[in-house]
Every structure is written in structure tokens, then in C-alpha cells.
């Protein structure tokens, strides 16, 4: 064997026991209760600790084009902060150019993710931006090439209408595609942003306020109800507020297959961080809401509602955020948040908020399952031995200065954990160890997902 983890905890979607696992090649090839007899070239000692799969950060934005900038995480820099947080496996976003067939614009941020190094493996979603001619019917390309999940945007100047949307989500249905919505009502954003605007109501708090609730939440319902006619799989993106949650809760209810992202941002503030000195360095999109939608997106998570965790991570400079000191308008949207989220999750088991079990499967189980990455997402014989070692003694304070990404703040500065990652392997090869990066740039490849039956 390569290596042998011995007298951890294994954690999986579903049980807790003690074991040891063996890895050769990059995959686990034994996990058992005494693997001490085996011959292996490194053993790792685990006493006390858990040993649980590396997390799926199933949307993040690096090296992105947006808010007249681009998001100041390469590639690496990003897959080198994601390794650090214990997370192994990331899923992009490529944005198609207008006119750009969907298998291009993956092929071409293949190319520049090999350019610019990735430190663990990652994925792509494909958003789609034109629909024109037969644009759409290139997503079997694109499936044939590996990705098989893309995203609609209803805001932005590159979101789509309702009528693209349904288009969108009928070719899914036709060739086994998943498709992922950031839902907020584009109409009524822009008519809050223009009539704070002309009242000089300029403060990030405005960012909030043109992006309340109901924008969301009429949003959240609108998409439900299109993927519900074509009875159709739906997954939605950065979900924050109550009435998306209540929205999903039925339609999962209903027997629908309507799948619930959420951010660790969602779940550790509120609208509240709008009225910080520093509240600019916190607008993203959709706004961190009230108290009611985070006790309803905790909620969700206990009953089962949330499907997965991801970060959404799309950090920009300070000088960048500063743009907007005094225009909201001007802030480039969102936040670093890559290197947080297992430790966060974590944190919150350990603290006994969820259990152990509920942060694996929101954090690297269901991305696996949901997106069709089978070599992943659980410590099993044959998978990826994309593999975690925490310790839930040790207490960590997350400051700007000991997180790995090139972002030059972080919202979670302050943030105390009780528990840390303190190793993490990536096929095997040990890319994270107590503090420190110890992976190499153009380690990660790309994932290939497979399409949903259809
Ligand atoms: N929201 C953000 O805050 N940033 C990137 C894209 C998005 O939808
Ligand atoms: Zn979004
Ligand atoms: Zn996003």
C-alpha cells in the first residue's frame, strides 16, 4: 500500500466507527478494523481523530469575470485555500460567451485552469448565457464531454427570461442534463436599485434592501414551478431565504426532485452585516437575509431540505470592495469563503448543532450523488482517496493571515472553530498539513460527470 490512516474514526454520510484505511494508486483499496499487518510506505497515526472524505465545494467562481473586475482567486490560489479547509474537489463556473457553443466554454476554462495550475481536482457548470439558434442543443456536447450540470441566471444583464429558462430546462429533461438556477426577481432588483438610488440611499445596506425577501423568495417559487410542469429536476443555487425554503420543502414534499443548495454565509449572518463599517466587504448575491430565513435554512438542514453546502466563493480585493464605499451599485458582488466551509460545518457538529454524519453528506456526499461524480464523496473501497484527518480538539481562529487564498480579507475574520482539518490527501497524495500548503500547482484534474437518466 501507499498509505495507511490507522486508529482514526471514520466518518461516513451515515455511520461513525473505527477503522483503518489503506490507499494504493490514488483510490482506497481496504478500509478494516486491523490493517496493521499490511506493508505500507507511510502510516499515519488518526488516535483521536476523525478521518472523513475530502468536502465537494460544488460552487465556487474563480478567476471570474464580474463587477467590471475579475474574482481575485486563480484557479490555484482558490484550489490552494480549498485543500487547506479540507475541501478536495471543487465545481466551477464557466460562463458561455454569446455565439460560444456550451462544450467550448468548458473546453476553453479547461485550458485556462491548466494554465494557471489547480491544487485539487475540480469540476464545471456551464451558465448559459445565449439560447439563440441551435446553442442549446450543443449541451449534449458538453455532456458527452463530462459536464452535464449548467446554470440559469434570472438577474443580471446576462440573466435569461422565463421563456429561455423553460427551453433550458426542457432540453435538460432531454438529454440527462441538471440544471442550476441563482433565482431572485431581475425586475424588481433593478426598480428597488433605481428608486434607492434616486432617494441617495447609497449604503450597502441598500444592497439588502433592493434585494429583500420576497425577491427571492417570488423567484425561488417562479423556477419551482417551471421545473414542476415539465416534472423535471431542478437544483437551486445560494439559497437564503424563508419562503425559497418553504418553496422546496413542498415541492420535495410533493415528490418532486427539487434539490437545495445553502452557503455557510447564509447560516452564520444576517441583513445585519449591511450596517457594518465593513458592510461593503459582505454584499453578494442574494444578501445575507434576516434571523427568521436562517433559523428556516437550519431548519431545512435538520429536516433534511438543504441537499448540500457550498461557498459561492468569489472573493474581491478590498480596493475592488472599496469601490462601493458610498454606492452600493459599485461593489463588485461577493465573498471568499472556499477555505471555511468544511471547518465551519465541522465546527457545527462537533459543537452539536448537526451531526458528523449530516456535514459529510451535505458537504461531499450529496454534491458526489447530485452532480453524477462517482469516483467521489465517500470513504469507500474504490473511490478517490480524497481523505480529511480532523481534530476535533483543536481550536482555530480564522484570521485573513492564516488562510491560503489571495483575497486580502475575509468575512470570517475573528471566526472561532472547535475542531480543525489538520491533514488533507488528494488521491492519495497529501496536499494540506497543519497550516500549511504542501500540494503542487497542476496537481488537480478535471472531473468528468456523468448524465442523469433520462
Ligand atoms: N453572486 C455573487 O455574489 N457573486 C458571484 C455571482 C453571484 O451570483
Ligand atoms: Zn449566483
Ligand atoms: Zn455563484
Known amino acids: 500500500m501507499d498509505l495507511i490512516i490507522k486508529n482514526g474514526t471514520i466518518v461516513t454520510e451515515k455511520e461513525m466507527f473505527k477503522a483503518d484505511i489503506a490507499v494504493k494508486d490514488g483510490k482506497i483499496a481496504l478500509i478494516g478494523t486491523d490493517l496493521s499487518d499490511i506493508p505500507a510506505e507511510k502510516v499515519v497515526d488518526a488516535t483521536g481523530k476523525l478521518v472523513l472524505p475530502g468536502a465537494i465545494d460544488a460552487h465556487t467562481h474563480l478567476s471570474f469575470p464580474f463587477g467590471g473586475t475579475v474574482s481575485s482567486d486563480s484557479y490555484f490560489a482558490g484550489t ?21 457553443k456550451l462544450v467550448d466554454a468548458v473546453k476553453r ?43 440559469v441566471f434570472m438577474v443580471y444583464d446576462f440573466g435569461v427570461s422565463d421563456g429561455v429558462f423553460y427551453k433550458v430546462l426542457e432540453k435538460a429533461k432531454q438529454y440527462g442534463a441538471l440544471i442550476a438556477v441563482h ?14 438610488a434616486s432617494e441617495g440611499k447609497l449604503s450597502p445596506w441598500y444592497h439588502y434592501a433592493s434585494r429583500p425577501e420576497f425577491v427571492e423568495g417570488e423567484a425561488d417559487r417562479r423556477a419551482i414551478a417551471w421545473a414542476k410542469s415539465l416534472n423535471t429536476a431542478l437544483y437551486i443555487v445560494h439559497l437564503a431565504d424563508k419562503e425559497g425554503v418553504e418553496a422546496v420543502t413542498q415541492a420535495k414534499d410533493e415528490g418532486y426532485e427539487i434539490y437545495a443548495e445553502t452557503c455557510p454565509q447564509y447560516l452564520h449572518f444576517t441583513d445585519e452585516v449591511f450596517k457594518r463599517e465593513d458592510g461593503r466587504n459582505f454584499v453578494c448575491s442574494p444578501p445575507m437575509k434576516g434571523q427568521e430565513s436562517q433559523d428556516a435554512l437550519w431548519e431545512a438542514i435538520k429536516r433534511g431540505d438543504i441537499d448540500t453546502i457550498a461557498t459561492d466563493h468569489c472573493p474581491f480585493q478590498q ?7 458610498d454606492d452600493f451599485r459599485k461593489i463588485p458582488n461577493g ?42 464523496g465517500s470513504l469507500s473501497v474504490g473511490k478517490d482517496a480524497d481523505i480529511v484527518i480532523y481534530d476535533p480538539e483543536k481550536n482555530f481562529t480564522v484570521h485573513n493571515s492564516n488562510m491560503h487564498s489571495d483575497s486580502d480579507h475575509t468575512i470570517w475574520e475573528g471566526l472561532e472553530l472547535h475542531g480543525y482539518p489538520i491533514q488533507t490527501y488528494s488521491r492519495g497524495r497529501l496536499v494540506y498539513d497543519n497550516g500549511e500548503f504542501v500540494g503542487e500547482k497542476g496537481w488537480g484534474k478535471m472531473v468528468k460527470c456523468a448524465a442523469r437518466a433520462h
Open 335 to 376: 465573498c471568499a469563503g472556499i477555505e471555511n466551509m468544511y471547518p465551519y460545518m465541522l465546527s457545527k457538529a462537533n459543537d452539536g448543532v448537526i451531526t458528523f454524519q449530516k456535514a459529510v453528506e451535505l458537504c461531499s456526499f450529496n454534491p458526489a450523488r447530485i452532480f453524477g461524480c462517482e469516483d467521489k
Open 80 to 100: 490552494r485555500a480549498a485543500a487547506c479547509g479540507g475541501t478536495t474537489t471543487v465545481f466551477d463556473y464557466t460562463n458561455q460567451n454569446f455565439g460560444e
Open 109 to 151: 476554462r479547461e485550458a485556462q485552469a491548466a494554465e494557471e495550475g489547480v491544487a485539487v481536482d475540480y469540476g464545471l457548470h456551464i451558465g448559459i448565457k445565449d439560447p439563440s439558434g441551435d446553442l442549446l442543443d450543443s449541451m449534449q456536447e458538453a455532456i458527452e464531454y463530462g459536464v452535464s450540470s449548467f446554470k
Open 183 to 196: 433565482a431572485e426577481n431581475n425586475e424588481m432588483v433593478n426598480l428597488l436599485v433605481e428608486r434607492y
Open 319 to 325: 480596493s475592488e470592495k472599496d469601490w462601493g464605499k
